[in-house]
């Protein structure tokens, strides 16, 4: 079955960049699109953004000028950079399969991986 | 943006009895050349990622319980969740897929009573 496990810093000073990875088994990364959600501690989920192997990608306005995103199909891993963060960008992030195919995508979310807390602070 | 706005923000229901929770979104979300609301509705326990529960509004996911359905079409929905069990109490999140950003409603709490 598909499985997606995170990686990354989870505690950054402010205007660093937050960098995280998934990596996903039981799956091609070229086969789908990928996502990346996040949850501020006791919050709702906010959509960051999208992407395919090909690069076709969407983002959030809201957070579009700091985010990139990007597949590595050889590795089959999907990774995040966010720059400049500050304290509202503390969050638990989340890496997300589409469902559909990318051929053919479907916009919601059919696997998650477990969540990396990013923390903010000086 | 679509805002998704969901009620109520939280409610308890006895072990057995039905929970229902709202989503309304700002604009429609049927898509008129396939006739499909573009719902998804989501559960959250703690500490855990969401899960995916129906999408179409109303298609339940492969190994989702036959007590969770979804209604509802152009602006209004619904998730049921029929004789709710102890292991339902969860975070229930909507969220379209109509439009960019995707976004989600604020989450409506389901406790036992």
């Known amino acids: 079955q598909v499985q997606l496990h995170q990686w990354g810093a989870g505690l950054l000073k402010p205007s660093e960049t937050l960098s995280l990875t998934c990596g996903v088994s039981g799956a091609s990364s070229s086969g789908y699109y990928w996502s990346w959600i996040r949850q501020p501690p006791g919050k709702g989920l906010e959509w960051i953004g999208e992407i395919s192997h090909s690069g076709t990608s969407n983002y959030n306005p809201s957070l579009k000028s700091r985010v990139t995103m990007s597949v590595d199909t050889s590795n089959n891993q999907i990774s995040l950079k966010l720059t400049s963060v500050s304290a509202a960008d503390t969050a638990v992030y989340y890496c997300?399969?589409?469902?559909?195919?990318?051929?053919?995508?479907?916009?919601?979310?059919?696997?998650w991986g477990q969540g990396s807390l990013v923390t903010v602070s000086s | 943006d679509i805002v998704m706005t969901q009620s109520p923000d939280s409610l308890a229901v006895s072990l057995g009895e039905r929970a229902t929770i709202n989503c309304k979104s700002s604009q429609s979300l049927l898509y008129s050349s396939n006739n499909k609301n573009y719902l998804a509705w989501y559960q959250q326990k703690p500490g855990q990622p969401p899960k995916l529960l129906i999408y179409?509004?109303?298609t339940r996911e492969s190994e989702v319980p036959d007590r969770f359905s979804g209604s509802g079409s152009g602006t209004d929905f619904t998730l049921t969740i029929n004789s709710l069990q102890a292991e339902d109490v969860a975070v229930y999140y909507c969220q379209q897929y109509y439009g960019t950003p995707r976004t989600f409603g604020q989450g409506t709490k389901v406790e036992i009573k």
């Open positions: 997300a399969k589409l469902g559909g195919t990318w051929l053919q995508p479907l916009k919601f979310f059919d696997h």
């Open positions: 179409w509004a109303s």
